[in-house]
């Protein structure tokens, strides 16, 4: 446990040492209100779907460019070196970088809560919808976190680790959309309904809160990050 | 302290370490020596636990490498070539990181860092971030981190690689004191090192083991006869047969004559009379003018070349470690 803490404090602070932390924020805040605000005022509803809908294509481009520094980097620079012999089990490093990958979009998230506030003065909305609205946000974005994370295992060129992240991001997107799955043969149906990224997220929004929506998620998170570390520990294999 | 046995590793069909045994101990300098890519790096990893050896064994402080890895490297400081550091991070923030990461108690970590500080001279580049420092100033930044936990057992790879002169004489006298109370094992590919800094030298030559042994003992293996150049002034003639019949001379051989002084190229026997004293009094019973007289030196180079490519320049002598050799490499 003070293993991992150590590793997401000294993450947490890179991200905020450079410039990565502070243009992600800028932009995502940017990017979301603007396309938020712009048909807010023409539905004149005060609430937030608008706000909540966007967010799986905003963070397939947004999310990919935080992770894909995590582990490509590291061996790019050889600090990986440093890093994998010290005292430490593969996996604390990985949950370590995880989480504070999961911070920065916590923070930023934080942030955009400018957005219900300003909303709730204009009008009355549904407390409930968006409280449940920002737990699926941060559930989907962990989900996110931990596929652009394992991305960035399978390389040392960070670009190519963006791309394997939003690649595999959007085809696990996709396959849950309404377009894909009327397409799709019958037998496949219930596997890509159940396995897209946004389904769950969606059925969140809906206001009602279902432990099978946390597990996916949390499964996802689980999944990408033992596959991660496996990766990580790839090296040692003979 | 460290005890290697059978070390092979291969990378698809390189072998990159064959057959690796040896023992080092607390108080050594071992300094790893060998061309590029024979094998030194590849082996530094695995005794680190951040390479797994195909076979063979290796204990690190009383832990094997695989069983016990995370034991391995609390008794391991580590720095590997060319020290990659995160750049974005300052000097202390950085060693803070590693004191952390290290287990060392919250009360004695400010002690800690200010020690390595200390000891590696980084008191004028605390303020900095560690992107901002030269190549030399990088290297100290990871020795530190290597010490920070005073860990018994410290593997450097090339340490010295890309600087200056001076910074290399100030890290190889760090790395001599550093090694009077542990063990050090340290990799380069530049002999004077070597000889400036072990106690000791490993040889490695395409993922083999070829020499072991202090400076000494390798020059002894390697001499199996001395070598004079001698120049006198006189006739060719009569000082060549009246050096023949000196004892202890095995071999002479005129070299050329310029200006009537005769360049001489005398083998002598190892072990056995002096050869020189005996040069030294023919030339003043026969009154000849002895211009030069000295021993050819085996250096380092000579060593290396000898255990790498299997001669030693200018000498077509086969010793019998050579043979030793020939012999293992055909197992």
Redesign the interface.
């Known amino acids: 446990m003070?293993?991992i803490n150590?590793?997401f404090?000294?993450e947490f602070?890179?991200y905020f040492?450079?410039p990565i932390a502070y243009i992600f924020i800028t932009f995502f805040l940017g990017i979301s209100s603007w396309l938020f605000f712009q048909t807010f005022f023409f539905s004149n509803q005060a609430e937030m779907r608008g706000f909540f809908g966007l967010m799986p294509w905003i963070f397939l481009f947004f999310i990919p460019s935080v992770t894909m520094k995590l582990w490509a980097e590291e061996k790019k620079?050889?600090?990986a070196?440093?890093l994998?012999?010290?005292?430490?089990?593969d996996y604390e490093v990985v949950i370590g970088k995880f989480l504070a990958s999961f911070g920065l979009l916590a923070v930023s998230v934080l942030f955009s809560l400018g957005i219900p506030i300003s909303v709730a003065l204009l009008g009355d909305p549904d407390g409930g919808t968006i409280v449940c609205g920002y737990l699926g946000l941060l559930l989907m974005g962990g989900a996110y976190l931990a596929i652009g994370m394992f991305a960035s295992t399978l390389t040392e060129n960070q670009i190519i680790a963006f791309i394997i992240g939003i690649t595999t991001c959007f085809v696990l997107l996709i396959i849950g959309t309404d377009y894909v799955l009327f397409s799709a043969p019958d037998w496949l149906y219930p596997i890509f309904s159940y396995l897209g990224l946004g389904v769950h997220y969606s059925s969140i929004l809906r206001g009602v809160i279902d432990s099978r929506d946390i597990i996916y998620y949390l499964t996802i998170m689980g999944f990408f990050l033992y596959i991660s570390t496996l990766m990580v520990e790839s090296?040692?294999?003979? | 302290m460290i005890e290697v046995r059978e070390l092979t590793k291969s990378y698809g069909p390189t072998l990159a370490v064959n057959n690796v045994s040896f023992n080092a101990n607390i108080g050594e300098v071992v300094g790893f020596i060998g061309p590029n890519g024979a094998g030194k790096t590849t082996t530094m990893r695995i005794l680190t636990c951040y390479l797994t050896a195909d076979a063979g064994t290796a204990t690190v402080a009383g832990f094997d490498v695989l069983e016990h890895a995370i034991d391995v490297r609390k008794n391991v400081g580590y720095l590997p070539e060319s020290a990659p550091l995160y750049a974005d991070m300052g000097v202390v923030e950085y060693l803070k990181f590693m004191a952390e990461i290290r287990e060392i108690p919250k009360t004695r970590r400010k002690e800690r860092i200010r020690t390595v500080v200390d000891i590696c001279g980084l008191e004028g580049v605390i303020q900095k971030d560690i992107g901002e420092l030269s190549k030399g100033y990088r290297q100290r930044v990871g020795l530190a981190q290597s010490l920070i936990h005073d860990p018994p057992i410290l593997i450097l790879d090339e340490p010295t690689s890309g600087l200056d002169p001076t910074q290399t004489i100030e890290i190889r006298n760090l790395i001599k004191e550093i090694g009077t109370e542990k063990l050090v094992l340290f990799s380069t590919h530049i002999l004077p090192e070597v000889a400036a800094t072990c106690s000791r030298i490993l040889m490695i030559s395409r993922g083999k083991i070829v020499a072991n042994g202090t400076l000494e003992e390798l020059i002894n293996q390697v001499r199996s006869e001395n070598k004079l150049h001698v120049a006198i002034k006189g006739t060719e003639d009569e000082i060549t047969t009246k050096l023949r019949g000196l004892d202890g001379i095995t071999g002479v051989t005129p070299v050329k004559t310029d200006n009537g002084i005769v360049r001489y190229e005398i083998t002598t026997t190892h072990e056995g009379p002096d050869a020189t004293g005996a040069i030294f009094n023919a030339a003043v019973q026969n009154r000849w003018d002895l211009v030069e007289l000295h021993e050819e030196s085996i250096d380092l180079e000579q060593i290396f070349l000898h255990y790498t490519t299997g001669q030693i320049s200018g000498t077509p002598t086969k010793s019998v470690v050579n043979e030793d050799i020939d012999s293992t490499e055909e197992e």
């Open positions: 003070q293993n150590t590793i404090k000294k602070r890179s040492n450079s620079m050889g600090t070196e440093i994998m012999t010290l005292p430490i089990r090296r040692k294999w003979r």
